[in-house]
């Protein structure tokens, strides 16, 4: 291991954060380049490059295109659920996002329009994101394993004024009906977009409803047909949002995540050589979906950005046919780097504990593997360290952050690992770990993990259209910092542990998702008074739903046809991905005396963590009854 440059880039960050971040920006193409790198008087802490103008998508191809990689391949796709590889270069992604970007100005979208993208892991879903981002139009992509109603909220919130979705996804087993889906949100919604532009795939014709729905290929192949021409990038403020992201929050309402266009593309190009050691010609592959913070950051924007070669891959990590899908992949396709969530190593592990699929392939072109989106137990990191023989990096992130808070940078030179631990703080972040007071705590102690502001380029500036809210979410707590609502410490080297969440944000296979939303859709529930709803530990996906339900007195259904509906109910409202499968009937829940709902000792009963009786209580002897309904039931499957 040699000597790492991470510390002095760090030192020469935090002596002089503009000069750092005004370096970076140089190594993109401006319309106008900045002049200002930091305003701290803009927007509600600050804003990057306030005075240049930009295009991110110019950045993302045209510029590639222009340098000489315009026949390198910019996106493989490769889905085994369909049964389909494709690969398009530059110059073809350029024209593929030129054309649908002519379209979408036909259907009247302008600069700061938005538009609902919803669809599966095909390269159209990055070609959309880009068309939007071309035009100036600022998308908001919805991940497919969510409900009618979540689209819905998300339509009503960003209020687009056209939707772009495909027929169908595919999961193993079954083909995902989006369109009915589509249409049920859409008549849900009090806003109605004016258009929708539909991607027909092979496996499902959708109904198309007449002067709403469009056919893409139809639409786009006229304009081919029309000899329409190149279409120049919509110079945008930096400051112009580039994309909302919507993401759990504690309620409900998901939080619009608003990404800008000038500070995130210096940041995100910073990331691939310092962080993932990514040069241009090189393929990058998350394997996550485009509904997701990594799939817009790392499998459309980031490898774009750096001219590296992205992988769109619609699969899982096992049974697309079996646990060698991602050995695979990363022979076929010369991978470099693969990112994914700790979730996929342990279903791969689960099925292949010796890993005999990976004496079939050769693995010699990957240099690293990142994990991140969910705490790595040291036994998965191993496992992999010791079957792939390269490092094996955590890193910790957020959908607001938009790139790593921490890590370990391999473009810099990699630290030494310490298993538990995403490694140190990435240039940018300055990070504290407070107590309640806002007081910092020593080396070894938890505490809440705050960043102190401003947050660096490419992180979230404000929440669409509730600035509020942003305040009250993430600046309140104390004063001059944003607060990761991640709780964790740093040890005397320095290095941060990430140990779970303050609020009731879960993660369920790499996937964020809220008890608070889920509470409110067992409580819609006509036979349920109360209900608590906690996260679970499992072996595979990390943590899973648990729900507890009291019923209002008078009610006789029986309790199985009751969990049952409640099951049936979460998976119609927020949607399978929020893999919750089991209620527990019970005739009260343990509160405080000021009647907050134990929430805490109830996980760790579930888990058979050793817990203590906290000294509020109501009646103890609930806690029991907990107890005793968790052991009879069966949370098997
Ligand atoms: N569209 C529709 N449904 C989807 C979906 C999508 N894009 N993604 C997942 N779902 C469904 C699944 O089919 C499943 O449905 P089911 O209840 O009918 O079986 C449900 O949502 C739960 O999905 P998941 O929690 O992912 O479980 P799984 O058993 O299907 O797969 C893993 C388990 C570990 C293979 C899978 O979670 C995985 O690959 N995880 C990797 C983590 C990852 O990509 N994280 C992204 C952030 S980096
Ligand atoms: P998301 O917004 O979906 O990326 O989820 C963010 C949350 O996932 C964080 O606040 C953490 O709780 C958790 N998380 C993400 N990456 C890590 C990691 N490397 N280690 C521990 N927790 C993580």
Redesign the pocket.
């Known amino acids: 291991m040699g000597t790492s440059r991470y510390h002095d880039i760090y030192a020469r960050w935090m002596k002089d954060p503009q000069g750092f971040w005004g370096e970076q920006a140089g190594a993109l193409d401006w319309i106008t380049p900045p002049k200002t790198v930091f305003d701290a008087e803009a927007g509600v802490y600050g804003r990057w490059f306030p005075d240049g103008v930009c295009n991110t998508t110019a950045n993302c191809l045209d510029r590639h295109v222009r340098d000489g990689r315009g026949e390198q391949p910019a996106l493989i796709y490769d889905s085994p659920l369909a049964d389909t590889k494709r690969v398009l270069t530059y110059a073809e992604l350029l024209r593929e996002v030129e054309v649908l970007g002519h379209a979408l100005r036909r259907f009247n979208v302008a600069k700061g329009d938005r538009v609902i993208i919803y669809m ?2 095909i390269p159209e879903a990055v070609v959309a994101m880009l068309a939007c981002a071309r035009i100036g139009a600022i998308h908001s992509v919805v ?3 969510f409900a009618a109603h979540e689209l819905a909220t998300r339509i009503d919130d960003a209020q687009p004024k056209m939707i772009l979705a495909a027929s169908c ?1 595919i ?2 087993g ?1 083909v ?1 009906h989006y369109k009915p889906l589509l249409d049920r949100a859409i008549e849900e919604a009090k806003h109605k977009p004016s258009n929708c532009l539909i991607f027909q795939r092979p496996q499902e014709t959708a109904g198309l409803i007449e002067g709403r729905d469009q056919d893409w290929a139809k639409t786009c192949e006229g304009l081919k047909a029309e000899g329409i021409g190149p279409l120049a990038p919509e110079p945008m403020k930096a400051t112009d949002p580039l994309y909302i992201l919507y993401t759990s929050g504690t309620t409900g309402k998901p939080k619009g995540v608003v990404r800008d266009n000038g500070g995130h593309m210096v940041a995100l190009n910073w990331t691939m050589g310092a962080i993932y050691d990514i040069q241009p010609g090189d393929v990058y592959w ?4 485009v ?2 913070v ?1 799939g817009h950051s790392y499998i459309c924007y980031a490898p774009l950005l750096r001219g590296a070669t992205t992988v769109v891959y619609e699969g ?4 697309t046919p079996d646990p060698g899908a991602f050995w695979r992949m990363i022979s076929e396709h010369n991978i470099k780097v693969l990112f ?2 700790p ?2 190593f ?2 791969i592990k689960k099925e292949d504990p010796k890993a005999e699929y990976l004496g079939k392939y050769d693995l010699s072109g990957l240099k690293a593997l990142f994990l ?2 969910e705490r790595a137990d040291p036994d998965t990191v191993k496992w992999a360290e010791d079957i792939l023989k390269v490092p094996v990096i955590d890193h910790w992130w957020q959908t607001e952050t938009g790139w790593a808070i921490a890590g370990n940078p391999l473009g810099l030179g990699i630290l030494p690992v310490k298993y538990g631990s995403p490694t140190v703080p990435m240039p940018g972040h300055e990070i504290h770990i407070l107590d309640e007071t806002g007081k910092e705590v020593e080396a070894g102690k938890m505490g809440t993990i705050a960043i102190k502001l401003p947050l660096p380029p490419g992180c979230l500036p404000t929440l669409w259209n509730a600035e509020e809210r942003f305040r009250s979410s993430y600046l309140n707590e104390f004063h001059g910092y944003y607060s990761t609502s991640d709780a964790g410490y740093r040890d005397e080297d320095g290095y941060l542990f990430i140990m779970g969440r303050t609020d009731d944000i879960i993660n ?4 964020r998702l809220s008890t608070g939303g889920m509470e409110e859709v067992l409580s819609s529930h006509p036979s349920v008074a109360e209900c608590a709803v906690i996260g679970a530990k499992d072996s ?2 990390g943590e899973v739903p648990l729900g507890f339900v009291v019923l209002k007195s008078g009610v006789n259904t029986s309790h199985a046809d009751i969990a049952k509906d409640c099951v049936r109910l979460v ?1 119609d409202q927020i ?3 929020a ?1 919750f499968k089991h209620t527990l009937v019970v005739n009260r829940l343990p509160k405080t005396r000021s009647g907050k709902i134990l929430r805490g000792t109830m996980k760790k009963i579930a888990d058979g963590d050793a817990w203590s009786m906290p000294a509020t209580i109501d009646d103890p002897v609930i806690l029991d009854e907990i107890a005793k309904a968790l052991g009879e039931a069966n949370l098997k499957g």
């Not at 998350?286 to 979906?289: G, I, L, P, R, T």
């Not at 899982?316 to 049974?319: I, Q």
């Open positions: 599966p892991m991940f497919g394993g996804g999961e193993p079954r995902v998350a394997a996550s979906d509904g997701w990594v899982k990590p096992v049974g994914t969530a979730t996929a342990r279903a991140a989106g369920v296979a790499g996937h595979l996906k998976r949607g399978p991905v893999a």
